[in-house]
């Protein structure tokens, strides 16, 4: 457990030393950017070695390892967001531990999220995930809604019970306009998120940039960024 520590530390340093200076170069300050450590497909015991590093913010994607993930962390300072496609049946169980999910993108979802927070008398906050590359359908290869859906779904999420409308995320998408510009597309989430706070003023989270393009996120002006493989290493191989 010593080596994967260290191993863990020094990873976690280096990203914070990227993140750092990719504030600097874009001249904001550090604390504009919050680091969501992602933490899919690793165990519980690397969380904790994580929690004790100083993290406080943690990313799944997969109901099914985070939510005995988060059971077996319960007595940890973290938050836990919830970041991928999330389907209605696996809404009760995200809600017993999500303190965000990250991956609203319609309607449906909105009314089960709102129904289990408050059976469960939590808060949930949510961010709207935009499809940078949405097609006809309005909806994009990996989820989310079309920039064109964002102020109504947002009206929806604002006044349903037990949601807390956070903001707005984004992957950077492989196809479309912004396929391979990553900056790009992240600077187009932040004037939908500008746009957005007119009239949702404290919707403020602008969750983009993982471990390959976090700098271009902070540039662009991202609150938050989702880093896996950068701090834990290569994801062993799901069978």
Not at 91 to 96: A, H, K, T
Request: charged letters at 25%; one cysteine or more.
């Amino acid at each position: 457990m010593t080596d994967r520590r260290t191993e863990l530390a020094g990873n976690l340093a280096k990203v914070e030393e990227r993140i750092a200076a990719a504030c600097a170069a874009a001249g904001r300050p550090r604390d504009e950017v919050t680091l969501i450590v992602v933490t899919k497909t690793y165990p519980a015991s690397d969380v904790r070695i994580l929690s004790e590093l100083g993290v406080r913010q943690v990313g799944e994607n997969r109901d099914q390892d985070a939510a005995p993930k988060a059971a077996a962390c319960a007595d940890l300072p973290l938050e836990w967001h919830f970041i991928g496609q999330l389907q209605t049946n696996k809404v009760r169980s995200v809600v017993g531990y999500a303190d965000f999910v990250q991956s609203v993108d319609r309607d449906r979802l909105v009314t089960a999220l709102s129904r289990e927070a408050v059976r469960a008398g939590r808060e949930v906050g949510c961010l709207l995930q935009v499809a940078l590359d949405a097609g006809a359908s309005g909806r994009g290869e990996r989820g989310g809604v079309a920039p064109a859906g964002i102020e109504e779904l947002a009206g929806l999420v604002a006044d349903a019970p037990g949601l807390r409308l956070g903001g707005l995320m984004t992957v950077a998408p492989l196809t479309g306009e912004y396929a391979g510009r990553e900056q790009a597309a992240f600077e187009r989430l932040v004037d939908l998120s500008t746009d957005l706070r007119r009239s949702h003023p404290t919707a403020t989270m602008v969750s983009a940039g993982m471990s390959a393009d976090l700098e271009q996120a902070v540039a662009a002006g991202a609150t938050h960024v989702r880093v896996g493989s950068a701090v834990l290493g290569v994801r062993p191989r799901l069978g």
